[in-house]
């Protein structure tokens, strides 16, 4: 079955950039989006397609995706953005996500 | 608003079964793929199930075939879950989620929680 890795835990201090990745086999052939996840709330969408946005996501996230590793890009990271991050994509008609990335601002 | 609440969460005895609802609103149900994800405590989300916007395609997580089945009304504007044989490790929050018409969840309910255990 396909497989969706995520590095458990990526810091980052505020104000710099963030990057969280996920790797797959030939993900780059595939769309893969991301949701954010903090404590105790549900997913929220922050980027599809690869590297679209949807309203009312700030500018600060961004993605992309090319070869084995989508990417999730956060510039500028503030407190609030401390949360848990998912990676999604379709394959074989059969939805797979990611294990999950803690991200921690400090 | 386009709002999706679940509800018939709770606590079940190992092999017993519960139904799960997702009341949908704000937006033409009945265009819309939907899916089923959960979420063990303390660990990631895991996706369980979807169908097709008139109920005539499903699929399943290899770990839930044979026990869950999805369903929908487009009447009522509702997405189901019937879960049997439920076993300790089905004990998850358990989320629906509109596939946004190209493979992405948006939005997701606020989900519900079911416990097996004796």
């Known amino acids: 079955s396909y497989e969706l890795t995520q590095p458990p835990s990526v810091s980052v201090s505020p104000g710099q950039t963030a990057s969280i990745t996920c790797s797959g086999d030939?993900?780059?052939?595939?769309?893969a989006c991301w949701y954010q996840q903090k404590p105790g709330q549900s997913p929220v969408l922050v980027i599809y397609?690869?590297?679209k946005r949807p309203s009312g996501i700030p500018e600060r996230f961004s993605g992309s995706n090319s070869g084995n590793t989508a990417t999730l890009t956060i510039s500028g990271t503030q407190a609030m953005d401390e949360a848990d991050y998912y990676c999604?994509?379709?394959?074989?008609?059969?939805?797979?996500f990611g294990g999950g990335t803690k991200l921690t601002v400090l | 608003e386009v709002q999706l609440v679940e509800s018939g969460g709770g606590l079940v005895q190992p092999g017993g079964s519960l139904r799960l609802s997702c009341a949908a609103s704000?937006?033409?149900?009945?265009?819309?793929?939907m899916h089923w994800v959960r979420q063990a405590p303390g660990k990631g989300l895991v996706w369980v199930s979807r169908?097709?916007?008139?109920?005539?395609?499903?699929s399943y997580a290899d770990s839930v075939k044979g026990r869950f089945t999805i369903s929908r009304d487009n009447a009522k504007n509702t997405l189901y879950l019937q879960m049997n044989s439920l076993r300790a490790e089905d004990t998850a929050v358990y989320y629906c989620?509109?596939?946004?018409?190209?493979?992405?969840?948006?939005?997701w309910g606020q989900g519900t929680l079911v416990t097996v255990s004796s």
């Open positions: 989620a509109r596939d946004d018409l190209g493979g992405w969840f948006d939005p």
């Open positions: 704000g937006f033409t149900f009945s265009s819309y793929w």
């Open positions: 169908i097709n916007s008139d109920g005539s395609s499903t």
């Open positions: 030939k993900l780059g052939d595939k769309y």
């Open positions: 397609q690869d590297s």
């Open positions: 999604q994509a379709w394959d074989s008609g059969y939805v797979v």
